[in-house]
């Protein structure tokens, strides 16, 4: 487990694009679309420079670490079906993204934080690890402590929460209720090309 604590802005800046989505991150991107060290118009990249750049996308958005995404892929590839999208699901069904998803939360840092602080409850039980897989018909709720509800409500409260189609929250009562599996299609990673990802890392 780990998690990635450099500048965020450098990292949306060199890969083009907002993997992750704290404000300051974003106006950097806004602010400075070209790469770091770059100060003329992103270069065109190589077959395997594409490749590298979607699979880091990856592990920044989802907050892994290279060994962790190696270790999804791998098994990824021993089921039966689409690796690209068996791995998206993976990725997807992490407790940390699920709490950002259902809107309890605006980054997925923020979600793998609060996670990792124990404040929420997966069908009724405490947990701390934010790459628990999540199953359809579990519960995620908060800790019946104040100061982590109202936390949490002022989030809610003064975010806009994106609608997901295999989560269902209730905001009144601090719920999030996983209604199906995802699909690959249902990742959010911005600007990748799977099919990509998955020849770089099985090479």
């Known amino acids: 487990m780990g ?21 300051g991150a974003a106006r950097a991107l806004e602010k400075r679309p070209n790469p770091p060290g770059m100060a003329e118009r992103r270069r065109k ?36 079906g689409n690796t690209g999208d068996i791995l998206l699901v993976m990725c997807e069904r992490r407790l940390d993204n699920v709490v950002r998803r259902a809107g309890f ?6 979600a793998r934080q609060g996670v990792v602080h124990r404040h929420f409850q997966l069908n009724g039980k405490t947990i701390n690890k934010p790459s628990i897989f999540v199953q359809p018909g579990d519960v995620i709720t908060l800790r019946n402590r104040p100061n982590v509800r109202k936390l949490y409500r002022e989030i809610v409260d003064g975010s806009s929460r994106q609608s997901c189609d295999w989560i269902s929250f209730d905001a009144k009562e601090m719920e999030a209720r996983v209604q199906a599996l995802p ?18 890392m099985a090479r």
């Not at 699909?183 to 770089?200: M, Y």
């Open 3 to 23: 998690r990635y604590s450099g500048p965020k802005g450098r990292v949306n800046r060199r890969l083009g694009t907002m993997v992750f989505e704290n404000a």
């Open 105 to 110: 939360t605006v980054t997925r840092m923020q």
């Open 45 to 80: 990249l190589s077959t395997y420079g594409m490749a590298l750049a979607d699979k880091q996308k990856i592990k920044y958005h989802y907050g892994m670490r290279e060994a962790q995404l190696r270790r999804y892929f791998a098994k990824a590839r021993a089921q039966k």
């Open 183 to 200: 699909a690959g299609s249902d990742a959010t990673v911005p600007n990748i090309e799977i099919g990509r990802v998955v020849a770089f």
